[in-house]
């Protein structure tokens, strides 16, 4: 089953009318429905009868905070995916999150592919926690900064611990260019080729998969992904690059990368031990000379 095979309904508490607004318009746009509230004392009631596929509370809400909201929807059903916000002077944000039993939070101000993010991560916690029992019943998005990519990073962690789902992470690196080439086009290759591999690499992930690039190293945030389905795509990925040439003046380039895979699966495992380990195997892949998947050492 697909995200599209749910009923794609996520209520969303939060004092500000013009976010709600706002989000509305954006989770429209994705064939997602909103059941708003600007207050927290309803939201309860609200989830029993609409029976959203999970929510996102602000923490700080009129009548009752979001993250006692959390705990109370938890206790009823433990499958509805909870995301808090928070704004981002508060202190121990993810302490505060973990305490209320939240599967992710939220850092205020949003960006778009922050939000979508999270919605599309929530509803495919939903379907998998269906799958398994636990319920009583584009693109471009993906690309985030890398400090928002290490928040993930950690909250997903915690959420695999939780729930024993599998979470991967892909190191991808571009390898060195011939040294004449790139004496001659380091300006180009640098503005224009490193973010068309970024894009080209993006391209091979699903919605729910979380990309950040920066210079020569791309990381892809897997969740639900286990070893074997990691290296699958990781493989797609340097298959992929490897057969699109890019031109430079008369000369032409054939792009290869280095990719380190690294699974969380069964065993908790620190947010950046798992990155680390995906840093050193795209290492190993390069020292062996590149256009390769590394999946041990």
């Known amino acids: 089953m697909s995200d599209s095979a749910l009923h794609r309904r996520i209520l969303v508490a939060d004092r500000n009318v013009k976010f709600l607004e706002k989000t509305d318009e954006i989770l429209a746009a994705h064939g997602i429905r909103m059941v708003p509230s600007d207050q927290g004392s309803p939201v309860v009631a609200l989830v029993r009868k609409e029976r959203p596929d999970a929510a996102l509370l602000n923490v700080d809400l009129p009548g009752a905070s979001g993250s006692e909201l959390c705990q109370r929807l938890k206790s009823e059903d433990a499958a509805l995916p909870v995301v808090l916000m928070f704004n981002d002077d508060v202190e121990g944000i993810a302490d505060i999150a973990e305490r209320a039993g939240a599967d992710n939070y939220l850092v205020r101000p949003l960006k778009r592919n922050e939000l979508l993010y999270a919605v599309r991560s929530m509803l495919r916690l939903r379907r998998l926690l269906a799958a398994a029992g636990v319920t009583e019943a584009a693109r471009e998005v993906g690309f985030v900064g890398p400090q928002m990519f290490e928040r993930f990073l950690r909250v997903e962690v915690r959420r695999a611990d939780r729930y024993g789902f599998p979470l991967s992470v892909l190191a991808v690196c571009v390898d060195d260019p011939p040294a004449g080439l790139a004496q ?30 920066r210079g020569e190293e791309t990381l892809v945030l897997m969740p639900h992904t286990d070893m074997e389905g990691a290296t699958l795509v990781a493989e797609r990925v340097r298959a992929h690059v490897a057969s699109q040439p890019y031109h430079f003046g008369r000369e032409q ?19 950046e031990e798992l990155l680390a380990s995906a840093r050193r195997r795209e290492e190993r892949a390069s020292a062996a000379g590149g256009d390769r998947v590394h999946t041990t050492g």
């Open 253 to 271: 380039l054939q792009p290869t990368v280095s990719i380190g895979v690294s699974t969380m699966h069964g065993r908790r495992v620190a947010a």
């Open 184 to 213: 001659r086009y380091g300006h180009l290759l640098e503005s224009q080729l490193l973010p068309a591999l970024a894009g080209s690499i993006r391209g091979c992930m699903r919605d729910i998969d979380l990309t950040t690039s």
